[in-house]
């Protein structure tokens, strides 16, 4: 079946953050089976190479390692990727990080971690790329840049989530004001909310997340790969191009029926 030119990715180049597990890798996984030549990244550099080296049975993908929380985490990644590309089509800033507790128990250190890696990182890996994503924009073919965010931070849950939740929605006002700035450039800036899909941070297949699931999302059901991998390459293909300054809740409905 002929490639359907509205969704074609093929050819472009890709970096995916947090792409060792998860919504990063399900998102990684697509792209490059999708012939776009894909970059993952993680804090070490031993497990992006034995994900990448997976991945790169279905097409080209490498591995990259980055502290995202260290204050020099998003200088260090985008001088790596400088030396292999001189373009970047496809950003996407996934890595994520979570503290649990209480108002009462929190602590900065907990508080901080958060937001360097869900907010600082995705603005200063963005501002340290530019070069490279400039370098791909066009007025036919914008560069794309893609944030995670997440519905916790589009409604409060029945838990305490304090950093997470503020983090997610900063990340999607960030989306907003780097949409604004950036779309005479011809860079388009969007953010996916999910709801629960597998991953370190969430669960599926527990007891309390299938409760929750049932409860709340009219779906009846948590987010597959095939969910986040079609909103992805949406978002990445000339289907998407007019698309700037979203945040596009991927819930099944969870946000829709509060």
Known sequence: MATDPL???????????????GIGLMIARGFVRRGVKTYIASRDQARSDEFAAQLSEL????????????????AALAATFAEREGALDILVNNAGANARGSIEEMM???????????????????????????????AE????????????GLHI??????????????????????????????IRVNAIAPGPFHSRLTDTTSEAVKKSVATYIPAGRPGTEEDIEGL???????????????????????????
């Open 7 to 21: 969704f074609d990715i093929s050819g472009k180049v890709a970096l995916v953050t947090g792409g060792t597990s």
């Open 59 to 74: 097409g080209e993908c490498y591995g990259l390692a980055a502290d995202l929380g260290d204050e020099g985490g998003p």
């Open 108 to 138: 900065i250190d907990a508080w901080n971690m958060v937001m360097r890696v869900n907010l600082g990182a995705v603005f200063f890996l963005t501002q340290q790329l530019l070069p490279q994503i400039k370098a791909a924009a066009s």
């Open 141 to 152: 073919s914008p560069a794309r840049i893609i944030n995670l965010g997440s519905i916790g």
């Open 157 to 186: 849950p029945n838990w305490e989530a304090h950093p997470y939740g503020a983090s997610k929605a900063a990340v999607h006002h960030l989306t907003r004001s780097l949409a604004k700035r950036f779309g005479p450039e011809h």
């Open 232 to 258: 992805s390459v949406f978002l990445a293909s000339r289907a998407g191009a007019f698309v700037n300054g979203s945040t596009i809740a991927l819930d099944g409905g969870y946000i829709a029926a509060l």
